[in-house]
């Protein structure tokens, strides 16, 4: 139904900033909830960020509030991911996802669809 692609990972400076990007190819991109996530290695699927279908809600995982920025723009079927002040504990797998809940979801199975993930790297 639904494919995502993530682009804008890459190495970048403790301290400095990235902007990813998931552009969504299909039907129905502004009828789901969307959020980032992120694995480190050796660990779980960390929640990172949601917004819902139409931008009015967000939430953030404690570990970035205040540093990252999750946006969508339906009109070019594509949700941003602004981080700001990267630290290196946010090295990790970025994952866009997409649920067909309206209001996106914390939890890694509340979403159905996921991109191959873009790596970020930050050094210290």
């Known amino acids: 139904q639904v494919q995502l692609v993530e682009s804008g990972g890459g190495l970048v400076q403790a301290g400095g900033s990235l902007r990813l990007s998931c552009a969504a190819s299909g039907r129905g991109f502004s009828s789901y909830g969307m959020g980032w996530l992120r694995q480190a290695p050796g660990k779980e699927r960390e929640f990172v960020a949601s917004?819902?279908?139409?931008?009015?809600?967000?939430i953030y995982g404690d570990s970035v509030k205040g540093r990252f920025t999750i946006s969508r723009d339906n009109a070019k079927n594509t949700v941003y991911l602004q981080m700001n002040s990267l630290k290196p504990e946010d090295t990790a797998v970025y994952f866009c996802?997409?649920?067909?809940?309206?209001?996106?979801?914390?939890?890694?199975?509340?979403?159905?669809?996921w991109g191959q993930g873009t790596q970020v790297t930050v050094s210290s």
């Open positions: 996802a997409a649920s067909r809940s309206m209001l996106g979801s914390r939890s890694y199975s509340g979403y159905d669809y």
């Open positions: 917004i819902s279908w139409n931008g009015g809600s967000t």
